[in-house]
C-alpha cells in the first residue's frame, strides 16, 4: 500500500512539472512572437494581422494614452489575463539610403584589452607569472603609474622606464575602472614584463547596411567581439574603408564559407568614422561627398510586424558588384532577447547559393527587403546549414526600437 503511494504521488509530481514545463514554454514562446513596442506609420494605421491569429491571445478594446503621441496597447490571454502592454509609437513614415557593399572595417580599442595572462622566463631560469589572477581577460589597461595608456606601444614604452619596481595599473573592468598593484618579472633578455597578451585594434570585412540622409551609417547588424575574449570590444573610434573581394570560400555543413577582400588602409580609401560598436551593429558618420563611392538606393523602412514568413530577398556583394538574391523568411521572433536573432532567412536563390552556398562571413549586414521595403539585415550564418541564418530588424539598428 504504502509503495503505491508513493508512485502515485511520484506520477503526481511528474505531472505537475510537466504543466510548468508546459506553462513555461507557452509564455516564451507568446513572449517572442508577441512585440514590447512596435512602431506604425501615422498614414496607415495599426495592423495586428501578424501577431492577432496567435493561440489564447486578445488585445484590449480601450487604449491606455501615455505621452509622446505613443500609447499602450493591451494584450490578453483568454481574453481575461493581462499579459503584456504593447507601446505604440506612431511615427512617418521614412526612407533610409540602402547599400549592400562589401567594406572593410578597422577600429582601435578604448584602452588596451587584456586577452590572457602568461608565463615569464625569468634570468634565473624560473617560471613566473606576475598578473595571474590580477588582471583578467576582457580588462582593458588605460593608465601605467597615473600615464594615460593608449596602444600597446604606450605600455612597451612605459614598462621600460619602471626599473622593476611596482607599478600601478589602471584597469577598465565591467564599466568600472579600478587601480590593481602589479610587481614586473625581469624576462632571460634583462627587460620588465607584465606577463599579459594584449591587443589594441582590429579589423575584418563586413557589409554596409544604410546610410541616412544625414549621412549616418550603419553596418553588419551584430557587434564586433574579441575572438579570444568574446566580449564586445570597446572602441575609441575608427574608419569604415572600401575593400576589394579577391574570392569567396564557400560555405559546408560545419564549416562557414568566407569573403576574402583586400582593403586599402589609406585616407583616400576611407569611407566614414565609426564611433560606436554595439550588439546591434557599427555606426558611424559618412561625408556627402564619400556617399557618392557608393551605390545607395532609397527604399522605405518596413516595420517588423509587417514582415512576413514568405519570399524576399537580399542585397550583397560577392564579386565586386552589388546584386539582389532571392530568399525566404521562415520564421519571426518579434521580441527575442537576442536582437540580432529576430528572424530567420534562408538563401533560395541559385546563382548565391552556387558562388557562396547561402551565407558567408563578410556577408553580415546585408540588407534583407521584403515587398519593396528595408526590414533588417543578415547578421549570423548557421554553421551546419549555411543555407540559413538570422537577420535583425531595421528598427533595433536605427535606434528605434
Known amino acids: 500500500m504504502y509503495q503505491k503511494r508513493k508512485y502515485k504521488h511520484f506520477i503526481l ?14 509564455y516564451r514562446y507568446l513572449d517572442r512572437k508577441i512585440p514590447d513596442e512596435i512602431h506604425i506609420d501615422k498614414n496607415s494605421g495599426l495592423d495586428l494581422s501578424q501577431i492577432s491569429n496567435l493561440p489564447f491571445v486578445s488585445f484590449g478594446d480601450t487604449i491606455t494614452a501615455s505621452g509622446e503621441g505613443s500609447y499602450q496597447l493591451p494584450c490578453r490571454l483568454f481574453g ?14 521614412d526612407t533610409i539610403l540602402v547599400s549592400g557593399s562589401t567594406v572593410g572595417i578597422y577600429m582601435e580599442t578604448d584602452g588596451v584589452l587584456v586577452i590572457d595572462t602568461g608565463e615569464i622566463l625569468s634570468e634565473n631560469g624560473q617560471m613566473q607569472d606576475p598578473a595571474k589572477n590580477i588582471l583578467k581577460p576582457g580588462d582593458y589597461i588605460v593608465a601605467l603609474n597615473e600615464q594615460k595608456i ?3 606601444q604606450d605600455l612597451i614604452n612605459d614598462l621600460e622606464t619602471i626599473d622593476g619596481k611596482p607599478v ?8 568600472s575602472t579600478i587601480p590593481v598593484s602589479l610587481s614586473p618579472a625581469q624576462d632571460a633578455s634583462g627587460k620588465y614584463k607584465l606577463g599579459i597578451w594584449v591587443r589594441d585594434d582590429t579589423q575584418g570585412i563586413g557589409t554596409l547596411t544604410y546610410v541616412t540622409q544625414s549621412g549616418t551609417f550603419g553596418a553588419l547588424g551584430h557587434g564586433i567581439s574579441d575572438i579570444d575574449t568574446g566580449n564586445l570590444l570597446s572602441i575609441k573610434g575608427g574608419n ?3 575593400a576589394q573581394i579577391l574570392g569567396v570560400q564557400k560555405g559546408e555543413k560545419g564549416s562557414p564559407g568566407e569573403l576574402s577582400g583586400l582593403i586599402r588602409y589609406d585616407a583616400d580609401n576611407i569611407l566614414g568614422e565609426i564611433s560606436e560598436n554595439s550588439k546591434n551593429g557599427i555606426f558611424g558618420i559618412m561625408d556627402a561627398w564619400r556617399m557618392k563611392n557608393l551605390d545607395l538606393k532609397k527604399i522605405p523602412i518596413g516595420y ?5 514568413t514568405g519570399p524576399a530577398s537580399i542585397l550583397c556583394c560577392t564579386d565586386g558588384e552589388v546584386k539582389e538574391y532571392a ?3 521562415t520564421r519571426i521572433d518579434m521580441n527575442h532577447e ?21 551565407i558567408v562571413q563578410g556577408m553580415s549586414g546585408s540588407p534583407v527587403l521584403q515587398n519593396g521595403k528595408l526590414f533588417g539585415a543578415v547578421t549570423h550564418v548557421f554553421v551546419q546549414d549555411s543555407t540559413g541564418g538570422y537577420g535583425i530588424f531595421i528598427e533595433n539598428m536605427t535606434g528605434n526600437a
Open 13 to 26: 509530481l511528474c505531472l505537475v512539472l510537466d504543466l510548468l514545463t508546459m506553462v513555461f514554454l507557452g
Open 80 to 93: 481575461k489575463i493581462a499579459f503584456k502592454n504593447i507601446k505604440v509609437k506612431p511615427t512617418e513614415a
Open 150 to 152: 593608449s596602444c600597446k
Open 168 to 175: 600601478t595599473v589602471s584597469v577598465r573592468r565591467n564599466n
Open 240 to 242: 569604415l574603408y572600401c
Open 304 to 308: 517588423k510586424q509587417d514582415l512576413k
Open 327 to 329: 530568399a525566404e523568411i
Open 338 to 358: 537576442d536582437s540580432n536573432k529576430s528572424f530567420v532567412i534562408r538563401i533560395t536563390d541559385k546563382e548565391l547559393l552556387e558562388k557562396t552556398g547561402g
